[in-house]
């Protein structure tokens, strides 16, 4: 009984649905613009998204209807979230302060927060990848890695 | 027809190209040894790499990864009872316990030998069969080619199994993508909203890169694996060639494992866990003893590992030839071919048949290669890698998908747009929408969308230019054979079930 008073329309595949929907329609409106043979397989697809997503949607809810329970999407989503949001925190880093800077901090900042917790481990693994990594795309392959746009001002 | 195949053996022994294919091989198996990473995710790091270096360097390595990391997977499936992969599934059955038993070394020495046998099978499939299939391709026209761009997306989609909506979903989504950027005839932008950075369209490498690599990267970091670590000196490893007469009785599993592991490949949608399942299945229902199987009979190892090697090899077949890959990983290869230029189908066995054919070589020596790092001291290094912590392996992975995604044009944008596919990967992963599709609808997409508008400026404009001959007719018959076959399979079973 307990399963059938869950909310029917928090369930992942549901909201995944809605979401493709929402996006889809989205997306449609600059088709109008296009010329026809242009907007022909956009279009398509898009129509061809929403459509599918609705059936998507009817058979979810109907699998609510009938009292089963959607899978967890994580077991655990503070990791999950965590670990995105450290990637994303990387990147933008990496955007504004450099390249080396935020890699020498994320790659035992990641490793220790996700359970390696050996400081000499970290040390060692860090100074060899960045080490590595300047050798052989900087020294070697002359690849420029953004320098962070906050020095630039 | 096969006089390419030797004009192109020189270029392969080529030092640099040689050493990609061992170097290839080599992260393979460490790539396959550490459970949640595959050679899909690997070569998707990868290819952003490979930008700046000759194409056979780069098909090189990917054909060496491809090989290396389907018996890299065997390494923690035997000593651990996980998968390094998910085609390593069926080689737990029967290679943990051995391990239980103190013949993990000689588990691994004939997953090794196995695996090398079905590689090889596999690329002598490749070299057979491509060059004759590729013939036949270069009679198709616009229409012939956007049906099989259709029929591609078709096999994908329905013969993948799951849900076909969640197929069906996935692909339009990546052909949705494709259409991303100018308009190829009329130069219009589509769907770029100002941006500059997508007036080229989305470079496939950062779909590839955000789908296949940061969502295993999240696993990895979600639920670290807590091993008790793995005593090589427990393994009972001795010399190859001590243990290869062990093996002598295991010719017809090979064999067996090689033909259906080939036939699997070559299968759109189907993949080396189908193919290792299958042969395992087939090798003990033929077995004298079936009875010891499960309880550490090495032929289960055998025919497990032969099988999901001889998939490699041969899922390039359908895609080097008409651009539909036979399984995930061969899409992404598919990916990596264009990043260098190299379109996949008909043309490319007329305009690179040095490539071509050497990418087919390299396939042959990464397989062989497999045998010679099969002695005690590889095999026990590399049962080693179950030590290395994933937390930390999680953090430079992270490192390398920002460096290959930035290298490709220079640009932070690309590494946020590769973020926001990831995190769409990684939805679509959790709630089981295929991958695959996304990637084939980006490769086919455009190619479909050009040559429709060419076929129907050639018809002026009349769509039954695309029924007018009987390629088509047959593609498009095909096509309806793939997405009703299985529904009328099932409802046969199941009324024989009934009945």
Request: proline residues 6%; hydrophobic residues 55%.
């Amino acid at each position: 009984m307990s399963e059938s008073r869950k909310p029917r329309l928090t369930r992942p595949e549901t909201l995944t649905a809605i979401g493709i929907i929402l996006v889809a329609a989205g997306f449609l409106i600059p088709t109008v613009d296009l010329r026809p043979i242009s907007a022909l397989l956009p279009a398509a697809m898009l129509i061809g998204l929403i459509v599918l997503s609705v059936f998507l949607l009817l058979a979810d809810q109907r699998k609510a209807k009938a009292g089963e329970d959607a899978a967890p999407m994580t077991k655990s989503p503070k990791r999950v979230l965590g670990a995105f949001g450290l990637i994303v925190a990387y990147a933008i880093a990496t955007d504004f302060l450099g390249f080396y800077p935020s890699t020498a901090v994320t790659i035992p900042l990641v490793a220790w927060i996700f359970g390696y917790r050996s400081p000499i481990g970290l040390l060692i693994a860090t100074v060899i990848v960045v080490g590595t990594i300047w050798a052989i795309f900087d020294f070697g392959m002359s690849q420029d890695f953004p320098a962070g746009r906050l020095w630039d001002r | 027809m096969y006089s390419d195949l030797i004009h192109a053996l020189p270029d392969v022994f080529a030092l640099t190209n040689f050493a990609a294919v061992i170097i290839g091989v080599i992260a393979g198996i460490v790539v396959g040894a550490m459970p949640g990473l595959s050679a899909t995710m690997a070569i998707s790091v990868l290819v952003p790499f490979t930008f700046g270096l000759e194409p056979l360097v780069a098909l090189g390595l990917m054909a060496g990864i491809y090989n290396g990391a389907m018996y890299g997977g065997a390494i923690p499936a035997v000593l651990l009872r996980i998968p390094g992969t998910p085609a390593a599934v069926a080689t737990t059955f029967d290679g943990y316990p051995m391990a239980q038993k103190g013949e993990g070394g000689f588990a691994l020495q004939v997953a090794v030998v196995s695996s090398a046998l079905g590689g090889i099978a596999s690329a002598f499939a490749l070299m057979l069969l491509a060059p004759p299939l590729s013939r036949v391709t270069l009679l198709f026209g616009p229409s012939e080619v956007f049906w099989v761009a259709v029929f591609g997306l078709a096999s994908i989609i329905f013969l993948l199994g799951g849900n076909p909506i969640k197929g069906l979903i996935s692909a339009c989504f990546g052909v949705f993508v494709s259409v991303v950027g100018s308009d190829p005839i009329y130069g219009n932008d589509r769907f770029t909203f100002g941006q500059l950075e997508m007036l080229d369209g989305i470079n496939i490498v950062i779909l590839l890169v955000g789908l296949y690599a940061l969502p295993p990267v999240i696993d990895l970091l979600e639920t670290p694996l807590k091993t008790d670590g793995v005593n090589s000196t427990k393994l009972g490893t001795e010399s190859l060639w001590k243990a290869l007469p062990k093996m002598k009785g295991f010719g017809m599993t090979w064999v067996r494992g090689s033909l259906i592991g080939i036939w699997i490949g070559i299968l759109p949608g189907a993949g080396g866990s189908m193919a290792a399942f299958m042969s395992y299945n087939e090798a003990r229902r033929t077995s004298k003893n079936p009875d010891a199987w499960g309880e550490g009979e090495p032929e289960g190892v055998a025919a497990a590992e032969t099988a999901n090697n001889a998939d490699t090899a041969s899922a390039l077949i359908p895609a080097l030839t008409l651009g539909i890959p036979g399984t995930a990983v061969a899409a992404v290869m598919l990916g990596g071919l264009l990043v260098h230029g190299l379109q996949p189908g008909p043309m490319l066995f007329r305009d690179n048949p040095d490539i071509v054919f050497g990418f087919m070589w390299q396939f042959l020596f990464g397989a062989i290669l497999l045998v010679l790092l099969g002695g005690s001291l590889a095999t026990n290094s590399f049962a080693r890698l179950l030590n290395l912590p994933r937390p930390l392996l999680g953090s430079v992975i992270i490192v390398l998908m920002l460096i290959g995604v930035y290298s490709i044009h220079g640009r932070m944008f690309d590494v946020y747009l590769m973020l926001g596919f990831g995190a769409v990967g990684w939805v679509m992963d959790k709630l089981k929408f295929p991958l695959p599709p996304v990637v084939l609808g980006l490769i086919l997409g455009g190619f479909a969308e050009e040559n429709l508008r060419l076929a129907l400026r050639i018809g002026r404009g009349d769509w039954m230019v695309l029924f007018q001959n009987t390629t088509s007719l047959v593609l498009v018959a095909l096509t309806i054979a793939v997405i009703v076959g299985p529904t009328l399979k099932k409802r046969y079973i199941d009324s024989r079930k009934a009945a």
